[in-house]
């Protein structure tokens, strides 16, 4: 069979998860000993694909047409080319941008789709791991159909490297300009007064303080210690924290020596955003996630915790 | 102006639990008005404010019918659920199975905008607003943070990655997929809250909406549900708040921060 993996760059760069869609794809097209085409659409598409001529890559298929991410061009192009390509897999990244077009093209070539793939097996027929529940259970899928559609989580697989000996041929895909509707016209960063990035002790608070108010004991924490507030995107929603403190994957990703995440359950979306040196978790539900990524926790009432802490180290 | 909102009812699950099947057991699950969805329904509110109607749409046994009317209460005019047999056995909604229905529910509705949550906190497949637009053949907008709306476009602005966001002009009519953030839901009144447990939710059957027995066949099939196997190497500190925070401290203090 064969593989099609739709690779992501943004501003100029290849995303590190188009990397990570090459090691997934080829285990898939080696379960039955098939063949993985890349593909890499819009910008500079023949310098991203000597990056992307890796071991294991068999065909990469480049399409001039756009600069940016556009959806249209991409669902436009991606489906002309599986239609040629005729894979029995599709992936692609599950990022705001893959989802902005992945399952536009599941429609259009009648392609059942699952999102955010955590483990991929194909034997006869493609089986999906995914996640529910914010990770307190795991699911398996398996899907009688060909093409099948998945993307897959950013972080998980690991990156593909060294140096291949794909073919390389320009893709002409047909792109009908009335049917782009949506126009990118510009970007703007986040930006803020305070940058968790270069904080070396942050105590990051999640939807576990409840409200506004308690935030005092966190405070209390971050004085005790020196160290910067972070916050979990629900805290930042409710305007509790500004939004230059948020952490993962909408916020920021943060290298701090400690991380002290407060009332943080650690969805993926938070934790994908953490690369401490030591990192405790509070949180009173023995089952959080948070667990599964903390060298040191407490299962216990923040309330309570918290205070103490500071008491402690005052 | 006239707004479909699209409003699921996600499921938590208790710290304890147990699988029955291919679910978690009733008994372990709090359900409420997804919080993405609350959003989208709080924009479509604020935007119809002076002129307009925002219609709701859930796919969804009886029992969703309370999640329904928390979105009556906060500010929806009308409700519609879908439910029948066929949709009961498929043991998944995904993505676009879900888009097939809401398509037949546009078309009867013929609104001028859609808005759908990004995801739904408990299956976050988060597709099936790019599948509707696609199978309407509208323009689409995803992950709105920020909308602006003129006469023939809409101006969004989309979070991307890394703090960085995107604009982006779509045109009309067009599905847009909001972020939570957007605006601040409103609370429901007990006024609200009364007037929307009297309030009629229509309902109707894939029939009803015009979709053949073909019309809605999923090659996928869920075929295990179980709780992963903890891979946490943390340690972890039992005894009173003092004991476990004399521990952190402890921690805290030998990774030389606190100096």
Known sequence: ?314 | MKILVTVTEAATVDTVFEIDGLGVDDRYLSTDLNEWDAYALEEAVQLTEEAGEVVTVTIGPDSVEETVRQALAKGADRAIRIWDDRLAAHSVLDPLTKAAVLEAVVADEQPDLVFTGVQSADDRFGATGTALASRLDWAWGTVVNDLQLDTTVAHVTRELEGSLEELTDTRRPAVLTIQTGINEPRFASLQDITRAQQADITVKSLTELGLSEDALVSSIEQTALYEPESESEATVFDGSPEETAAELATVIEETGVAQ
């Not at chain 1, 400690?258 to 949180?283: C, K, M, P």
């Open chain 1, 1 to 314: 069979m064969t593989v099609l993996a739709v690779t992501e760059h943004r501003r100029g760069e290849l995303r590190p998860v188009s990397m990570e869609l090459l090691s997934v794809g080829r285990e898939l097209a080696d379960a039955t000993e098939g063949d993985l085409h890349v593909a890499v659409i819009s910008g500079d598409v023949e310098g991203y694909a000597d990056r992307l001529n890796c071991e294991g890559v068999d065909t990469i298929h480049t399409v001039a047409d756009g600069e940016e991410f556009n959806h249209d061009i991409y669902t436009q192009a991606v489906t002309q080319l599986a239609e040629t390509v005729e894979p029995t897999v599709l992936l692609a990244p599950d990022t705001v941008n893959g989802l902005d077009y992945v399952p536009a093209v599941a429609d259009r070539l009648d392609a059942p789709l699952l999102t955010d793939a955590i483990e991929l097996t194909y034997d006869e027929e493609l089986t999906i791991t995914r996640e529910r529940y914010e990770g307190k259970v795991e699911t398996t899928f398996d899907i009688d159909a060909s093409p099948a559609a998945a993307t897959i989580r950013p972080g998980v697989w690991p990156r593909a490297n060294g140096t291949g000996s794909a073919e390389i041929t320009a893709f002409d895909a047909t792109i009908d300009e009335s049917a782009v509707r949506s126009n990118v016209t510009g970007y703007q960063e986040l930006g803020g007064e305070v940058d968790v990035t270069e904080a070396d002790v942050l105590v990051a608070v999640g939807r576990g303080i409840e409200s506004e108010d308690n935030l005092e004991i966190v405070r209390n924490l971050a004085d005790a210690l020196d160290a910067t507030i972070a916050a979990s995107r629900p805290v930042i929603d409710n305007g509790w924290v500004s939004a230059d403190r948020q952490v993962g994957q909408s916020g920021k990703t943060v290298t701090p020596d400690l991380y002290i995440a407060v009332g943080i359950s650690g969805t993926v979306q938070h934790v994908s955003g953490v690369r401490a040196e030591t990192f405790i978790a509070i949180n009173d539900d023995p089952n959080a996630p948070i667990f599964e990524v903390a060298d040191y926790g407490v299962v216990d009432d923040l309330f309570e915790v918290v205070p103490a802490l500071t008491e402690q180290l005052s």
